[in-house]
């Protein structure tokens, strides 16, 4: 019991060292909509695809929050920059057959991010 006590303490202490000398957290913080995160995607641009592709394109000619008139989908950006569903063209909702994925180009750039330096 009391190796396993040692080598617990042990590997705790090993965990914290390497976490205050990378400055990197093992676990990412929440998206915070309210934050900038930088990367390829536009961040007050929409982006959408297809549940069987991959692929990110943009969507929407106007920019987050002005082109959404949609409200579901809005406050759903607001709060976690993701939404499924259908937008039309001007950014109202349409029919929910087969809906896309949506989200905030700032969204999908704090998604990117493997690791979030402190």
Same mark, same amino acid.
């Given at each position: ?17 390497? $976490? /205050? ?10 998206? =915070?909509?309210?934050?900038?995160? @930088? +990367?390829? &995607? $536009? /961040? ?10 991959? =692929?990110?394109?943009?969507?929407? @000619? +106007?920019? &987050? ?19 499924? +569903? ?33």
């Amino acid at each position: 019991m009391k190796n396993r006590l040692s080598s617990l303490l042990l590997f705790i202490s090993l965990l914290v060292s390497a $976490t /205050t000398i990378t400055g990197v957290s093992a676990a990412k913080d929440p998206y =915070n909509p309210g934050q900038t995160y @930088s +990367g390829k &995607y $536009t /961040t007050a641009a929409l982006y959408y695809r297809s549940p069987r592709n991959p =692929n990110w394109y943009r969507g929407l @000619s +106007g920019t &987050y929050p002005d082109g959404v008139r949609c409200r579901d989908a809005l406050n759903h950006f607001m709060n976690d920059g993701k939404w499924q +569903g259908h937008l039309n063209t001007d950014g109202s909702c349409a029919s929910p057959a087969e809906p896309s994925e949506w989200a905030v180009g700032n969204r999908l750039n704090y998604d990117a991010s493997s690791r979030v330096a402190r």
